[in-house]
């Protein structure tokens, strides 16, 4: 299957920050790629769907303007969460598309403390 | 909308012992079936995908459009078996997009 990075595995920072996660495909190309956000013992939660070149589409409930994301290129997205609060912190995965339908090559993930 | 339902969050078995994790959705159109397979601190995985129709690691599904599930079975567990197990749903027209159901941990006891 296809390698995905996430870089920072993990990070702690103060609240109103900004913390910046990058999501790399090391051995393909995607167009479309997903970031998800894991509760402890809870399913994914799909945030935002994004295509290379394009504006990110957001689920209902995810702020924008919060959660930046940018998909520069075929092979590396990055989520940026604004002003961190508490209630941020999570595990973030990001995900690429792979060729199939319903295919998808996932991250190791980043887990997010806000203090 | 489309749905997918895992009734267990947890299922604890022996080793040896069946297995059947269950899965229900809910979608209008013809949907294509994946179970994804999370291995403690490993990343998300795919398992199987239902329009293949494998067996991977003894493991197989079976889509029941009649009943609209699509149970993860394997006769004997093993304890590598142990990890989280999701259910996915991509409907039509939906490229890579998948919709998650909550998810059941799978525990196999020596």
């Known amino acids: 299957g296809a390698v995905v990075s996430q870089h920072p595995s993990r990070v702690i920072c103060k609240s109103g920050t900004s913390v910046k996660i990058e999501c790399r495909s090391l051995d393909f190309q995607a167009t479309t790629m997903f970031w998800y956000r894991q509760f402890p013992k809870k399913s994914l939660m799909l945030m935002a769907t994004?295509?290379?070149?394009?504006?990110?589409?957001?689920e209902q409930g995810v702020e924008k303007d919060k959660f930046l994301i940018n998909h520069a290129s075929l092979t590396l997205s990055t989520l940026t969460v604004t002003s961190a609060h508490p209630e941020d912190s999570s595990f973030y995965i990001c995900?690429?598309?792979?060729?199939?339908?319903?295919?998808?090559?996932f991250g190791p993930g980043t887990r997010l403390t806000v203090t | 909308a489309q749905r997918v339902t895992q009734p267990e969050k947890l299922l604890s078995v022996f080793k040896g012992a069946p297995v059947e994790l269950k899965c229900n959705y809910s979608?209008?159109?013809?949907?294509?079936l994946f179970w994804y397979v999370q291995y403690s601190r490993q990343r998300l995985q795919l398992l199987l995908r239902h329009i293949s129709r494998e067996s991977i690691k003894g493991f197989t599904a079976d889509l029941n459009k009649g009943e609209t599930s699509f149970h993860l079975k394997k006769p004997f567990a093993q304890e590598e078996d142990s990890a989280m197990y999701y259910c996915a749903l991509s409907g039509d027209n939906a490229g890579n997009m998948l919709t998650f159901g909550g998810g059941t941990r799978l525990m196999v006891k020596p």
């Open positions: 995900s690429f598309g792979g060729l199939a339908g319903g295919e998808q090559y």
């Open positions: 979608y209008s159109g013809s949907p294509e």
């Open positions: 994004s295509n290379e070149g394009s504006k990110a589409t957001y």
